[in-house]
């Protein structure tokens, strides 16, 4: 299994606080990225990395911030959350940009 | 937007049986991906098909893409207990050198002991 980590695994939070979710890998893979997973729509792309300081736009990135400061650590920012964050995230990542990714086991957070 | 269409949404088939699921898409792509989940994990890299390939197999897995069609299908063979799961496809488009997956919905497979 590709090495993947993400914490924390669950989170309950109050709307309007900021949360941060952290993607660590061993892989040493240049591309990263952060999906949410909801009923009824999959998973959908919020940001992606292709390097160190390098990242860019989802198709739903609006209320959520990323940084990678280093390859092995991608964190996303909800900087202050609201109920419709409710999600499970996952990050993936990849070795090359057409290849398959590699998905850690997911963050199930709930914005009260 | 979502580019893959599984299909059907869900199915239900019996251990032994063959499973056959459907995706399809909307534009050129250069690949297209199947990926499994299992309930409560993240999700697990099947195969992968390229433009330019019609036909893949792993293990029990087989693949197909007809891009004039825009359709792939994935074929599970004497499917089994543990092979209850969501399936997803997803493809790679040709947007450059941060060309990124695009999931369809999935399609839940549950297999009857």
């Known amino acids: 299994d590709a090495g993947i980590t993400q914490s924390p695994r669950h989170k309950v939070t109050e709307t309007g606080t900021p949360v941060t979710l952290r993607c660590h890998q061993t892989e040493n893979h240049r591309y990263m990225y952060w999906y949410r997973q909801d009923p009824g729509h999959g998973l959908r792309l919020i940001h992606y990395s292709y390097g160190v300081k390098d990242t860019d736009k989802g198709e739903v990135s609006d209320g959520y911030s990323v940084s990678r400061s280093k390859t092995e650590d991608f964190l996303l920012t909800l900087e202050s959350a609201t109920s419709s964050q409710t999600s499970v995230y996952f990050c993936?990542?990849?070795?090359?940009?057409?290849?398959?990714?590699?998905f850690g086991d997911g963050t199930r957070l709930s914005i009260l | 937007s979502q580019q893959g269409e599984e299909d059907p949404q869900a199915l239900s088939i019996q251990e032994g049986e063959n499973a056959t699921m459907n995706c399809s898409y909307k534009?050129?792509?250069?690949?297209l991906q199947w990926y499994r989940q299992n309930s409560g994990r993240g999700l697990v890299h099947l195969i992968l098909i390229r433009s330019n390939e019609r036909e893949k197999h792993s293990g029990r897995l087989r693949v197909t893409l007809d891009t004039s069609k825009k359709s792939s299908s994935l074929l599970i063979t004497a499917s089994r207990a543990a092979d209850t799961a969501s399936y997803f496809c997803a493809t790679v488009g040709y947007t450059g050198a941060n060309s990124k997956l695009t999931f369809g919905k999935g399609i839940t497979l549950s297999v009857r002991p």
């Open positions: 993936a990542i990849r070795a090359i940009f057409v290849g398959p990714q590699h």
């Open positions: 534009t050129s792509i250069n690949n």
